[in-house]
């Protein structure tokens, strides 16, 4: 019995892990995140802490994107994502095309730091894949009073 017992735990962490990572990039879900977003814009609004977002979103040319053909650039960006970012933070596949990266005790001047850094390795991906594709990023910071949307809204989503 209690074989079955770890064996069912180990299957419900299975599906939890599933429930919080996106299968292609290993990041965290948008609805994951979402949870950890407003965790963290209360701890904001109790202590007054620093908050940063930086949003990343592949755009093309005038046309939409197939992501079945760019899905290897996809998983590519969420590796890049996630090597860049420290313990602390917070990194998710936002859509399709679109990523979302949370910063706790970050100012806006961490941020773009640590959006400038992104954008070089980004562009390498790019360039190095030859696709005709660029990332458009979006950094800002919460400020009192921002709420979910206000926040979200400042880096575009």
Not at 44 to 50: E, I
């Amino acid at each position: 019995m209690s074989e079955n017992k770890s064996e069912m735990f180990g299957y419900a962490t299975l599906l939890q892990e599933v429930k919080e990572t996106d299968p292609n990039t290993g990041l965290l879900t948008r609805t994951h995140l979402y949870k950890e977003l407003l965790r963290e814009l209360a701890r904001c609004d109790r202590y007054g802490t620093k908050l940063s977002l930086m949003s990343l979103r592949l755009v093309g040319s005038g046309y939409e994107i197939d992501n079945s053909e760019i899905s290897n650039i996809i998983e590519e960006l969420g590796n890049e994502l996630a090597a860049c970012v420290r313990s602390v933070d917070y990194a998710a596949r936002w859509s399709d095309n679109e990523f979302l990266v949370v910063l706790p005790e970050t100012d806006a001047d961490g941020a773009r730091l640590f959006a400038d850094k992104v954008k070089i390795s980004v562009a390498q991906i790019l360039q190095r894949d030859n696709v005709d594709l660029r990332a458009q990023i979006e950094v800002d910071d919460w400020e009192k009073g921002d709420d979910m949307n206000s926040v979200l809204s400042k880096v575009g989503l």
